[in-house]
C-alpha cells in the first residue's frame, strides 16, 4: 500500500489573518508548530495542475485494475468541498476532473481494442464502482444516497 499525503492552503477569508511558513514540502505555522507533506499546493494554485500532479497517476493505477482511495480530511471550511466538488459553472473539482479521466480512458481503450479487433474476456471490463461517504460527528453519510433511500448497509465492529 502506498500512501501519500498532500496539502492545498486555501485561501484566507474575508477578515481572516493567518500567517504560514512554506518552504518546499514543509509547512509551519507561525506559532511554530509544522509538518511536511508530499507535496504542498498554495492557495493560487489551480485544481487541474492538483489534479494533473497527483490524481492523474491515480487513474492509471486504477485503469490497470488498483483499487484507488482518495481520503479528504481538515476542519470545517478548510475547504475539502471546494477541492473536490468545485465552483457550480465554473472550475470543476477533483471528482469531476477524475470521473471524465477514467470514462476518457475507458472509451479510449475500448475504442483502441476495436481498431485492433482485440477481445477480451474480463468479467469487469469496464465496470466502474465508486463510493463516496462523509465521516462527521462519528456518523458516515453515504454521499450518493438519495434522502429517500434510507440509512446505509454498513456495519461497524
Known sequence: MNVEVLARIRPPKRGEHFSLNLSGTRVQASNGTGHIFGAVYKSESLTYDIFRDAFSPLVELFIAGY???VLAFGETGSGKSYSLAG????????????????????KNERSARKDLRVQRNDIN???VLV???????????????????????????
Not at 465554473?90 to 476518457?104: D, R
Not at 453515504?142 to 456495519?155: M, Q, V
Open 87 to 106: 465552483e457550480k459553472n465554473s472550475k470543476a473539482g477533483l471528482i469531476p476532473l477524475i470521473i471524465n479521466s477514467v470514462f476518457t480512458r475507458i
Open 131 to 157: 463510493q463516496f461517504y462523509e465521516v462527521f460527528n462519528e456518523k458516515v453519510r453515504d454521499l450518493l444516497l438519495l434522502p429517500h433511500e434510507g440509512r446505509l448497509g454498513i456495519n461497524f465492529s
Open 125 to 127: 471490463d469496464g465496470v
Open 67 to 69: 483499487n484507488v482511495c
